[in-house]
T-cell receptor, first 115, second 111 residues
Framework: AQSVTQLGSHVSVSEGALVLLRCNYS??????LFWYVQYPNQGLQLLLK??????LVKGINGFEAEFKKSETSFHLTKPSAHMSDAAEYFC?????????????FGKGTTLSVSS | DAGVTQSPTHLIKTRGQQVTLRCSPK?????VSWYQQALGQGPQFIFQ???????QRGNFPDRFSGHQFPNYSSELNVNALLLGDSALYLC??????????FGDGTRLSIL
């Protein structure tokens, strides 16, 4: 069975600092991987996705993530945090070639950005 | 281009009641999935509808049921509400192997 683990339920950074949110997956075969962001009182917005093409994936708002099969990881990074990045971030996995089926989510990481 | 829309935005019910939540998918999408997000948790998959049939189901009791209409819109029904059903219910739509797009959810509170 597939699962996702997000290390660190809360990450705090200063404005302009590097953002690193960690995600590890468990799957018998390399899955499809996603990062979603959720702002207060809103639904989830797709930041980026890995679907077995390039291992370094660029998303919206300056975020990117690298798929590392050897480490079963898909960490999310952004070189310079902005106040507007404060939100809840979820890593999710689906079986390969089934991006439209059930997503399995991690428990989320709350990102706080201070000035 | 309207995204995924859900109604109502908030709902308060009492234990034992029944509730119906509604979802209109993003234009061009034909598949609707429902998720339950408890406070402080990640969303959990309830079920998915495609071509008016339940195609996939998560680990939720039969009290949770759904329907998809010919125009691809969908309803989520929950019977015999429990306090533990209090959550944000998210609808997501998709087309084929494209990623799912989420609505803003319905906040359900059970008293």
């Amino acid at each position: 069975a597939q699962s996702v683990t997000q290390l660190g339920s809360h990450v705090s950074v200063s404005e302009g600092a590097l953002v690193l949110l960690r995600c590890n997956y468990s799957s018998s075969v390399p899955p499809y991987l996603f990062w979603y962001v959720q702002y207060p009182n809103q639904g989830l917005q797709l930041l980026l996705k890995y679907t077995s093409a390039a291992t370094l994936v660029k998303g919206i708002n300056g975020f990117e993530a690298e798929f590392k099969k050897s480490e079963t990881s898909f960490h999310l990074t952004k070189p310079s945090a902005h106040m507007s990045d404060a939100a809840e971030y979820f890593c999710a996995v689906s079986p390969p070639n089934q991006a439209g089926t059930a997503l399995i989510f991690g428990k989320g990481t709350t990102l706080s950005v201070s000035s | 281009d309207a995204g995924v829309t859900q109604s109502p935005t908030h709902l308060i019910k009492t234990r034992g009641q029944q509730v119906t939540l509604r979802c209109s998918p993003k234009s061009g999408h034909d598949t609707v999935s429902w998720y339950q997000q408890a406070l402080g948790q990640g969303p959990q998959f309830i079920f998915q509808y495609y071509e008016e049939e339940e195609r996939q189901r998560g680990n939720f009791p039969d009290r949770f049921s759904g329907h998809q209409f010919p125009n691809y819109s969908s309803e989520l029904n929950v019977n015999a509400l429990l306090l533990g059903d209090s959550a944000l219910y998210l609808c997501a739509s998709s087309l084929g192997q494209q990623p799912q797009h989420f609505g803003d959810g319905t906040r359900l509170s059970i008293l």
